[in-house]
């Protein structure tokens, strides 16, 4: 999948606001986190993404499950990955795990988010930062070193935080295989002190 900058990012999402308000669909406003969210808002050095992460809807302040996409989205998502020769999936709910909406996202994350309108028809919540910082942790434990743990170094994450972090992600799962992964992990941040306290 071939990555994409910001400046591709910000005419894709324009171009997908455009395409939804002219087939006169009804306003969507969607929560988005991941490597395109930490690349809208200039949190992170890298300059590519390789998708745009959706996370949830929000309706009423709330965060309800975007999965599956409607139709009327993935159309126009089609067609923007047609003008704009983007990846077939550029557009996904891959990160719209169903235990995040029964077990809990991290408290608070609506009143962190940063919000832009692309048109009259579509709006985007990007996650922050230290909601970010949550989400990269746990998918760096889940999924291993990568991408993941260089996102959280550019994030500079504080004791604090990654302590914050690493207690919501035992709430998603809370067995001790996933403990001991997670511990080696804050090891491997600098932050081995950490572990007495999960």
């Known amino acids: 999948m071939?990555?994409?900058?910001?400046?591709?990012?910000e005419k894709a999402l324009t171009l997908l606001g455009e395409i939804v308000a002219a087939r006169g669909h009804p306003a969507?406003?969607?929560?988005?986190?991941?490597g395109s969210s930490l690349l809208a808002l200039g949190l992170?050095?890298?300059?590519?993404?390789?998708?745009?992460?959706?996370?949830?809807?929000?309706e009423a302040r709330r965060l309800v499950q975007a999965k599956p996409l409607s139709p009327a989205i993935r159309e126009a998502a089609d067609a923007v990955r047609t003008q704009l020769d983007l990846p077939t999936?550029?557009?996904?709910?891959?990160?719209?795990d169903e235990s995040f909406f029964r077990l809990g996202f991290p408290v608070g994350i609506e009143d962190r988010l940063t919000h832009r309108a692309y048109g009259p028809a579509l709006t985007i919540g990007f996650v922050g930062r230290y909601d970010q910082i949550h989400f990269k942790l746990y998918a760096a434990a889940d999924q291993g070193p990568g991408r993941h743990v260089s996102d959280l170094r550019d994030l500079r994450p504080t004791a604090d935080e990654l302590l914050a972090a690493a207690r919501w992600t035992r709430l998603q799962d809370p067995s001790e295989g996933f403990r001991l992964v997670l511990v080696d992990l804050l090891r491997h941040l600098g932050h081995a002190q950490l572990a007495d306290q999960l």
């Open 28 to 34: 969507e406003h969607f929560v988005v986190c991941g």
């Open 44 to 58: 992170i050095s890298r300059t590519a993404t390789r998708d745009v992460d959706v996370l949830a809807r929000l």
């Open 2 to 9: 071939n990555p994409f900058g910001r400046d591709t990012l």
């Open 89 to 96: 999936d550029w557009f996904n709910t891959g990160p719209a």
